[in-house]
């Protein structure tokens, strides 16, 4: 096993775990300020997977300087409120998250679209995939990596941008633990709420949701007694939808790193018992999973915690 040592400047030198959306956009800014850096990920390759996801308006000014605004309003919709139901989609309530005093709108789009844009800024021989980062070392004022295929790599700065399992956080609270500078409540497990499952439907009859012709997003929320689910209106016809079905504390402890990467496992259980639910844009559930192809479904788990180091 030979050690890769990534420096090539008289700079420090950033390794970033993670490609996700903070890995990313870590990479991007040092890609503008030339800071050496390099990105490693877990996946063999990025899969065009998720649901929608949102931007506050006061992120804007900083995608506006790294002249990315205007690709992402080719995807996105203005978000300004949000309608909350019960399970028999009587209106509970709205809120209103009309943010254009700040000079954007909040903005949805498909995750996964967002994700691909940013991907496009790196180099791609900044990024390394089947590099699963399973341990990390300080040596002689060096930070080392080490990944499941037994390769090695040196820098100066060490980045877990690696998601809610955080490996290098692992590795550095058990650092810090045998230190005794690890704060007790750090090394309680993450708590799972909600089994969910996700995905977005390209409707074959789009005439079917008026709501896709609005200008705005349309986002729904129903919150039933032991399920919550999710309908929103995307751009360019789309309907972004998720459930989530509430887990016990017991349960939720047997599931815990049984499935904590995104993707389409075993979701037919699932889908069965969901799909006659009524979705606040009309018809079905069912009809919109129906309307999403299979492998772009994904099941995940929903954990809660706040870290303190
Ligand atoms: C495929 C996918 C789809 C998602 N879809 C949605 C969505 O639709 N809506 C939503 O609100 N949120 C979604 N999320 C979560 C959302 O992206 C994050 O919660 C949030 O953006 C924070 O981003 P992050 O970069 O910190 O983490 P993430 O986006 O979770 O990215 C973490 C990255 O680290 C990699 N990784 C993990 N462990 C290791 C390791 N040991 N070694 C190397 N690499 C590792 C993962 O493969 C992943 O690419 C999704 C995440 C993923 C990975």
Redesign the pocket.
């Known amino acids: 096993m030979s050690t890769t040592n990534l420096e090539n400047k008289n700079v420090p030198t950033v390794l970033i ?9 870590l990479g991007i800014l040092f890609e503008t300020i030339d800071i050496p850096y390099h990105i ?4 063999s390759a ?2 065009p ?6 931007l506050s308006s006061n992120t804007f000014p900083i995608f506006e300087q790294l002249g990315l605004y205007k690709e992402i309003m080719k995807f996105s919709i203005p978000f300004r409120s949000t309608e909350i139901f019960d399970s028999g989609l009587h209106k509970l309530g709205s809120i209103n998250l009309d943010h254009r005093l700040f000079g954007y709108d909040n903005a949805l789009f ?3 679209k967002f ?1 691909e844009l940013l991907l496009k800024q790196i180099p791609v021989d900044k990024i390394s995939y089947n ?4 341990s990390t070392e300080e040596k002689n004022g060096k930070t080392i990596i080490q ?1 499941s295929d037994d390769s090695t790599y040196e820098g100066d700065i060490l980045v877990g ?8 956080r692992q590795s550095l609270y058990k650092h810090l633990d045998e230190k005794g500078m690890l704060p007790k409540s750090d090394l309680d497990d993450l708590e799972i709420g909600y089994l969910s499952m ?1 995905g977005i439907a390209t409707p074959k009859n789009p005439e079917k949701y008026p709501q896709l012709k609005g200008e705005a997003t349309y986002l729904t929320n129903v919150i039933g007694t032991d399920k919550t689910w999710r309908a929103v209106s995307l751009a360019h016809n789309q309907i ?1 939808w ?1 459930m989530g079905i509430a887990v016990s504390k017991e349960e939720g402890q047997a599931l815990r790193f049984k499935n904590s ?3 389409p496992k075993s979701n037919e259980v699932m889908i069965k018992g969901v799909d006659n639910l009524p979705c606040p844009l009309g018809g079905t559930m069912g009809e919109l999973i129906e309307d999403t192809p299979k492998e772009l479904i ?1 099941k ?1 788990f929903l954990e809660e915690k706040n870290f303190l180091t």
């Open positions: 775990v993670g490609a996700g959306i903070a890995g990313l956009m490693f990920d877990r996946t990025i899969r997977l998720g649901s929608a996801m949102g498909p995750r996964a994700h590099k699963k980062v399973v990944c941008a690696d998601g809610a399992y955080s490996g290098v996700l972004s998720s990467e995104w993707g994904s995940i």
